[in-house]
């Protein structure tokens, strides 16, 4: 189940199940978004990324689908695994160079077995 | 794959005292750094572009006489934290650019101010 705690809401889902984790994104100039993953105490793990002019990119059990009608990413993990465990950001390079990316909130995927 | 490191992983410090940060890219260049910070449970917060040979720039609300960033190389920024204290606290993160779509973080340096 989903649920919503005081900073970052967990998904918790079984081993072997598919996993949906959604961002929303806050600039609809946005040309380019990214997914991380962040396991405690590290720093983020680039998973997969999409450019504003593609609606769906696949990985290795990775799926990152963009709406960019109602400025929402999402991450698909597929039979999800014990090591998927940790907590995902989506990210958007906003405006003004530098390749500057804006964080999300972040989602904890909790795997079960 | 490119590289970054921080050094150091954890340090603690008296409040009042001044702790610096480096990050370095180790296999690659990087003309621009990006400085986060991240306190517990929440997301990256961007702190300030460092450019190398040029002066960092802050994001709103972050106090760059705080916080002194300097880009001496292309394979090293530094963060200064000064006169500490427990609200700074907190996980700093490097990131280095590669190029205009990779963008390469380090591993953190846990700050914790007595």
């Known amino acids: 189940g989903e649920s919503v705690g005081l900073h970052l809401p967990t998904l918790s889902v079984q081993e072997g199940d598919n996993s949906i984790i959604n961002c929303a994104y806050s600039?609809?100039?946005?040309?380019?978004f990214i997914w991380y993953k962040q396991e405690s105490g590290k720093g983020p793990q680039f998973i997969i990324d999409i450019r504003s002019n593609m609606d769906k990119r696949q990985g290795q059990r990775v799926t990152v689908l963009l709406n960019k009608t109602v400025k929402h990413l999402s991450l698909q993990i597929a039979a999800t695994q014990p090591g998927d465990s940790a907590v995902y950001f989506c990210a958007e390079r906003g405006s003004g160079g530098y390749n500057k990316l804006i964080f999300g909130a972040g989602t904890r995927l909790a795997v079960h077995p | 794959g490119a590289v970054v490191s921080q050094h150091p992983s954890r340090v603690i410090c008296k409040s009042g005292t001044s702790v610096k940060i480096e990050c370095r890219s180790l296999d690659f260049q990087a003309t621009t750094m990006f400085w986060y910070r991240q306190f517990p449970k929440q997301s990256l917060m961007l702190m300030a572009t460092s450019n190398e040979g040029s002066k960092a720039t802050y994001e709103q609300g972050v106090e760059k006489d705080k916080f002194l960033i300097n880009h001496a190389s292309l394979t090293l920024s530094t963060l200064t934290v000064t006169s500490a204290h427990p609200e700074d606290s907190s996980f700093y993160i490097c990131?280095?650019?590669?190029?205009?779509?990779?963008?390469?973080f380090g591993p953190g340096t846990r700050l914790t101010v007595l």
């Open positions: 600039n609809s100039a946005s040309d380019y």
């Open positions: 990131s280095a650019t590669l190029s205009y779509n990779e963008q390469f």
